[in-house]
């Protein structure tokens, strides 16, 4: 069964640091696109970032260039989000999710269960 | 970037059928695709590229694509469909978009 599990979420101020994790399981994590997207309270998915394979891709939306890093241990089956200078816009319910791409498709299954990031003071 | 414009609500008695739309300029190009989210939970994929159904959807769900415009359609609609559903598609440079969103509620 394929798992994703994510962790790292919390209370963190504004300006301030947060790393997330997650931690896959069932496949075989090495030979796929990675993503993160993410849900503010009440509001739509948005998607944040995606990895290639191995590592040497990366793309974000525009509101997270500069300040968010993805990345990830294909030796851990892990996946990681550095997110740096944090706002209070970016508080949301932050999920790894598993990007399937084919030569003329691309769709997130399965996801995890997501993990809470409030930016406050 | 561009946007993906779902109706923020679609009402259905049960035993009927639910249509969710999902409208944006590049749709003719790339593949949509459909989520559900119950609350509380993370999104389940349930229509992919215009029209293929996962492995353990149930066949009531379907989809289909015209123009701009991609439908999701739920026939005999169950009180379990209640949950909101949103749209996605990617762009050429290799970013993806979500719709709005529709939440569907069952009468």
């Known amino acids: 069964e394929v798992q994703l599990v994510e962790s790292g979420g919390g209370l963190v101020q504004p300006g301030g640091s947060q790393r997330l994790s997650c931690a896959a399981s069932?496949?075989?994590?090495?030979?796929?696109?990675m993503s993160w997207v993410r849900q503010a309270p009440g509001k739509g998915l948005e998607w944040v970032a995606t990895i290639k394979q191995d590592g040497s891709e990366k793309y974000y939306v525009d509101s997270v260039k500069g300040r968010f890093t993805i990345s990830r241990d294909n030796a851990q089956n892990s996946l990681s989000l550095q997110m740096n200078s944090l706002r209070a816009e970016d508080t949301a319910v932050y999920y790894c999710?598993?990007?399937?791409?084919?030569?003329?498709?691309?769709?997130?299954?399965?996801w995890g269960q997501g993990t809470l990031v409030t930016v406050s003071s | 970037s561009y946007e993906l414009t779902q109706p923020p609500s679609v009402s259905v008695s049960p035993r009927q059928t639910a249509r969710i739309t999902c409208s944006g300029d590049a749709l003719p190009k790339q593949y949509a695709y459909w989520y559900q989210q119950k609350p509380g939970q993370a999104p389940v994929l349930v229509i992919y590229?215009?029209?293929e159904r996962p492995s353990g959807i149930p066949e009531r769900f379907s989809g289909s694509s015209s123009g701009t415009t991609v439908t999701l359609t739920i026939s005999g609609v169950q009180a379990e469909d209640e949950a909101d559903y949103y749209c996605q598609s990617a762009d050429s440079s290799g970013t993806y978009v979500f719709g709005t969103g529709t939440k569907v509620t069952v009468l």
């Open positions: 999710a598993k990007l399937v791409r084919d030569e003329d498709g691309h769709w997130f299954d399965p």
């Open positions: 590229k215009d029209s």
């Open positions: 069932g496949f075989s994590f090495r030979t796929y696109w």
